[in-house]
């Protein structure tokens, strides 16, 4: 049954259908021929299921939230507030990116809407400092996977709602492997401009600091709400979203006054659009992930594999490679909600931290999302800066590599994730 799902999905696929249409063909098909006795119903209560836990209403708030703040002043105040302090040290406008990022990440929870506000400020100014072009893009891409693992973040709710973890402490755990990337790229940054002889530019004065602190303190307002809001108990990540939408409204509509009442409409078709794309391929996914379940396909796998008594090391590993085999092929969402419910029985068997295991997975996603060939951060690069294929994948490599060295970080001291997750919750 599993090849001729596999068989049907890989032919849909290159013959250019979207991947909800693959996933739901093999499923129907599945139906069909191997599982006569179940009816097409039983198929749509759970595609119903799947887009019915409360968790999912915060995916398209914070897409709202993400689509308002883009189109305003938030993204250029944050960095302004990052060059003041940073743009003096060697490397400084590298390391202003990065910082960037995980700040706007902080703000926004989407990598894409990230490569475009960071990266469309950011490199010409890169360009004109003397970085080469191939750096400055795959630093922008991969940069913006901060946005994954520092809370908001939608691919750490799906996984939550998929394996019924608490989104609250996958939340909380993002953050520790978040700031360790921060201090890994700014260190490759240093390195990089010191190989390459890139100048520095001149020290910011207090004055100029302190008002590019007032300047920004109303979009850092943002990782506050939804940190401190989670972390004090005040409200759960869903009404986080909430508050997310209603407090860039207020920041751009009013504050700011970056956009008009009549752009809210067109802000709020976009976010509707993607959010019925998202959706889509969580119901799709959860039929998917039911019927492979329900034909004991997970526990086939696992065996052939040799995974049965595989010890905790050892499945996170397959979990580590297989998520990165699968993002760079495959859209990010649709990999977690084919490969969370193949590994669940040997996470619970293993024993092994939910929390920890879902970081891992959201890294490897995030590190997806800037690598060949499918990568999308790497389509928002070549749409965004107008540069062929080749061009923006030439300088992602080492980011790679660093990502890669965080995931064996957090495999051998957990503590990186779990640290703050049980100083907040234990």
Known sequence: MALTMIAVMSLLLLAGYPMMMPLLAATIVAFLVFFPDLSMPQLIQQMIGGVKPASLVAVPMFILAADIITRGHSAER???LVMRFMGHVRGGLAISVTSACALFGAVCGSTQATVVAIGGAMRPRMLRAGYRDDFTIGLIVNAADLAYLIPPSIGMIIYGVLSGTSISELFIAGIGPGLLIVVLFSAWCWFVAYRQGIPTEPRASWGARF????SALWPLGFPVLIVGGIYGGVFTPTEAASVCVLYALILELLVFRSIRLADVWDIAVSTGVMTCIVFILIA????????ISYAQVPQAIIAGLGLEDAGPLM?????????FIGCMFVDSIVVMLILVPIFAPLVAATGLDPVLVGVLITLQVAIGAATPPFGCNLFTAI???????VDVVRGVPPFILILLLVAVLLVAFPWIALGLRDLAFR
């Open 211 to 214: 008002a590019a602190m007032r």
């Open 383 to 389: 749409a965004v800066f107008r540069r062929p294929f």
């Open 284 to 291: 799709a996914g959860a039929a998917f992930s039911w019927t």
């Open 315 to 323: 499945v996170l590993l397959a979990i580590n490679i297989a998520f």
């Open 78 to 80: 944050l960095v302004t």
